[in-house]
């Protein structure tokens, strides 16, 4: 059986390659999250390890996909935009399937200060009838609460929306502050399966504030371009386990290896080796 996990070897950022370094939206909320973690997944190629894929959830992402597709060629507007008083239609363009290929396109800006590329998968646009665009992403979810976008899941969904409209602005396009939520939430009340799942659709709109983007960019370069580890995120619960299973492994050690360990510690502490927010490791 091939072992699961590797270092990967190639993609990590060169400070000496000249060619645009990408980065894609997903990872500017690694960033966000973590800077440790962030530095050894682009930097050293040390990801963090694999969460199992929600395929659910991508069914109907795709099911929805083709649900507005169909109204983006008749120019329609679909019931739920009607519900919810949104006057507006799927937007229809040449690159829509580029900009919804999250793995090796979407859409992109080159960032001329730090060469780096920033990517995102789109899930959709609408067009209001002034050409304005709408960002759009679908959200599927199964809970009987109330679905809003309070918490830090809501405040990451949030971030996403805003690079969306970040990035489309870079490219040319009108778009508006405010983008668009597609809840679809499985329903637990049925009284039998019959083999199929029933949801409910709702639209939750937010005001997006880009302000934030270009200076987190300036960051992620400067860290990128370091040599000095950052420190971890408090609340990261991976660099958590990272530093608890160190010390495991430092009580089983040999007494001669960790009294090395220990002055090169010290040495490094005595330099004053920091990251780029300024803090000791």
Request: charged share 30%; hydrophobic share 35%; net charge positive.
């Amino acid at each position: 059986m091939a072992f699961l996990y590797a270092k990967r070897g190639r993609g990590n950022f060169d400070p000496k390659e000249t060619k645009p370094f990408r980065i894609s939206r997903s990872k500017i909320d690694l960033f966000l999250e973590c800077p440790r973690c962030f530095y050894l997944d682009q930097h050293l190629g040390i990801k963090r390890p694999d969460t199992y894929p929600l395929t659910l959830n991508l069914a109907v992402d795709e099911l929805l996909k083709k649900e507005f597709d169909l109204l983006r060629e008749s120019q329609d507007p679909h019931p739920i935009m009607e519900q919810y008083h949104i006057d507006a239609v799927p937007f229809k363009h040449k690159d829509l399937e580029i900009w919804r290929d999250a793995m090796r396109r979407g859409i992109e800006y080159l960032d001329p200060r730090t060469n780096l590329s920033i990517r995102g998968g789109i899930d959709d646009v609408w067009v209001r009838p002034n050409g304005e665009l709408l960002i759009v992403d679908y959200k599927a979810k199964a809970t009987r609460d109330q679905i809003t976008l309070d918490g830090d899941l809501g405040k990451q969904y949030q971030r996403q929306a805003e690079v969306y409209q970040w990035l489309f602005r870079k490219n040319g396009f009108r778009v508006s502050t405010t983008a668009y939520f597609v809840f679809v939430n499985g329903k637990k009340d049925a009284l039998k399966f019959d083999g199929k799942l029933e949801f409910d659709m709702s639209i939750i709109p937010c005001e997006g504030n880009t302000d934030w983007i270009e200076p987190t960019i300036l960051k992620i370069k400067k860290c990128l371009g370091s040599q000095i580890l950052p420190v971890p995120h408090p609340d990261c619960a991976y660099c958590a386990y990272r530093k608890f299973a160190a010390e495991a492994a430092i009580k089983n050690t040999k007494p001669q290896k960790l009294k090395k360990i220990n002055k090169e510690s010290h040495e490094k502490e005595k330099a004053g080796q920091s990251n780029i927010f300024g803090e000791s490791f």
